[in-house]
Nanobody, 125 residues
């Protein structure tokens, strides 16, 4: 079992920044890939960013490339999502997810075994 707890969401003006954190417990954190997904009202959940077990390789959705940075600290069992230049289109509930099987982060949500409860990010115009 893996428990994931997100934090850091909130309300921010367009152009602002937020940093999300996801604290993991229950298994060796460095043994699984991690990812961030988001879901806006009325829309399907979508991949945002992912990071490999080691933290060396990160991948991003085209919509956030150059603005978001995913990182992890395996000593702290935490993955981060630094979000800059936020727009109202980034408004969503953000979820972190763990893939216990693969070393690299996949972009499909079915690849992930455990999910956090989500944290709301609201960007005002």
């Amino acid at each position: 079992q893996v428990q994931l707890v997100e934090s850091g969401g909130g309300l921010v003006q367009a152009g602002g920044s937020l940093r999300l954190s996801c604290a993991a417990s229950g298994r060796t954190f460095s043994s699984y890939a991690m990812a961030w997904f988001r879901q806006a009202p009325g829309k399907e959940r979508e991949f945002v960013a992912g990071i490999s077990r080691s933290g060396v390789l990160a991948n991003y959705a085209d919509s956030v490339k150059g603005r978001f940075t995913c990182s992890r600290d395996n000593a702290k069992n935490t993955v981060y999502l630094q979000m800059n230049a936020l727009t109202p289109q980034d408004t969503a509930v953000y979820y972190c997810a763990a893939d216990l099987l693969r070393s690299l982060a996949r972009t499909t949500d079915v690849s992930y075994d455990y999910w956090g409860q989500g944290t709301q990010v609201t960007v005002s115009s």
